[in-house]
């Protein structure tokens, strides 16, 4: 903000400078024009009034009887008066300092063979009035433009922006429990309106995480005081046999029957225990309704043609058909993207494609690329959570990503699968995608 109102101030001083040395400049050039007008109309009518001398013999009486009889009209002449050479001395000094004019203008004493001639003229000035003006009013203007854009610019953008600045700053920190300021306003309404929803998403997302993690480590305390009763029953069945208190074959035998049963019964705790700590990590929302799958494509096409092509990867899509399915559509772009990442990344770079069927039932999209180097054995597991290839090397990555598509596409009813194929002596991972039709 500080910032901007010094550049403010300093658009303002270079607008006042302009201002004055626009001014100045006008009143230069206007009093020039004035002195060229003067000299101009001068020397015009003492061309005239020698020309008329030498035709009449006399000089003019006035003004009107000099252009009526030189069918001129002098601009800016407003008064022509005349005496003889010949007159008084104490007559010429009165004429010539005399005001004999009646207009209130400027005047020009000429001198001919014979006369004095008293000129009085007036200089028109409108037009470079109006030029100062109409320059006065742009500047002035541009003052007010600059001024309500600045006003605009603050109040609409730069406010906004630095109450959102500190936003992520305070969702790193995790203090998800303020809400945003609602703005109507068409430049930051909508993204306040994400960054809300993104607050309110990643604090119900917080919430129910921690009721997860209440619940397992309920769970796990509650399984782990029920394995004490079978392991103390086994304890004590341990110590009477070391010590021979059952001298019947058949006590002893019943005895290992009942150890048995106990270690059954914490088999079956332990594989509670592995079962709670696995299921539910991730907790996947679909919101599933009818949509067009062209919409999904080519958000795909738009995402994808100029990655690959920085990346230097062959990306093609083949033709498909507009057709109304069934799923939710956010879910369905998250699915087809991991898809094509892990294609980019296990890939060899050289192409990626995909092709589009529509089917009786089903809409079918398949994304291949050539260079895999996953073992034939172990393409049953690749939608397994944490299972992870002998082809990921020292690639990053979780094991989780086609297990969560597969998990999607499951709540969507549709179905995900994998199978790789060679051709032309390379080897290509095809996962078709099945979406349900509406």
Not at 10 to 30: D, E, H, Q, S, W
Not at 189 to 210: H, P, S, V
Not at 358 to 376: M, P
């Amino acid at each position: 903000m500080k910032k901007m109102n010094q550049l403010l101030f300093i658009f303002l001083l270079i607008l006042a400078i302009v201002l004055c040395i626009g001014n100045l400049y006008l009143a230069r050039k206007t009093f020039k024009e004035e002195g060229r007008m003067d000299r101009v109309s001068i020397n015009r009518i003492e061309k005239a009034l020698v020309r008329y001398e030498e035709e009449y013999g006399e000089s003019p009486l006035n003004l009107k009887q000099f252009e009526a009889a030189t069918g001129e009209v002098y601009q800016g002449i407003s008064g022509l008066y005349s005496i003889s050479k010949d007159s008084s001395e104490q007559k010429i000094s009165e004429f010539l300092t005399a005001d004999l004019g009646s207009a209130g203008g400027d005047y020009r004493i000429l001198a001919t063979e014979t006369y004095y001639y008293y000129v009085e003229y007036e200089v028109s000035t409108a037009d470079n009035r109006q030029m100062v003006i109409l320059f006065n009013v742009i500047v002035v203007l541009a003052f007010v433009c600059v001024l309500a854009f600045w006003f605009y610019v603050r109040n609409k953008i730069i406010k906004p922006f630095h109450r959102l600045s500190e936003v992520p700053f305070e969702l790193s920190k995790g203090n998800l429990s303020i809400p945003l300021q609602e703005n109507k306003d068409k430049l930051f309404g909508r993204f306040i309106w994400g960054m809300d929803l993104l607050r309110e998403n990643l604090e119900e997302n917080k919430a129910k995480e921690l009721e997860l993690q209440r619940e397992k480590k309920m769970l796990l305390l509650s399984l782990s005081h029920d394995i004490k009763t079978p392991l103390s029953a086994i304890k004590l069945y341990a110590k009477a046999l070391s010590r021979n208190l059952y001298k019947d074959e058949a006590k002893k035998l019943e005895i290992a029957g009942n150890i048995d049963e106990k270690v059954d019964e914490i088999e079956s705790y332990i594989s509670d225990i592995v079962k709670a700590s696995n299921e539910d990590f991730l907790h996947f929302e679909v919101k599933n309704g009818e949509f067009y799958i062209k919409d999904v494509l080519e958000q795909i096409r738009e995402y994808y043609q100029d990655k690959m092509q920085l990346n230097q990867i062959s990306f093609e899509m083949g033709s498909y058909s507009n057709c109304l399915v069934y799923g939710d559509k956010e879910r369905l772009v998250e699915v087809l993207q991991n898809v094509i990442e892990n294609a980019i990344k296990y890939g060899d770079g050289r192409r990626i494609w995909m092709d589009m069927q529509r089917e009786d039932e089903e809409y079918v999209i398949q994304i291949s690329n050539t260079g895999c180097e996953l073992e034939d054995k172990e393409l049953p597991h690749i939608f397994d959570s944490f299972f992870r290839g002998s082809n990921v090397e020292k690639k990053p990555g979780s094991g989780l990503g086609l297990y969560i598509c597969r998990e999607l596409m499951h709540l969507m009813e549709g179905e995900i699968a994998a199978s790789v194929v060679s051709q032309d002596e390379t080897r290509i991972m095809m996962v078709q995608v099945a979406v349900r039709l509406a």
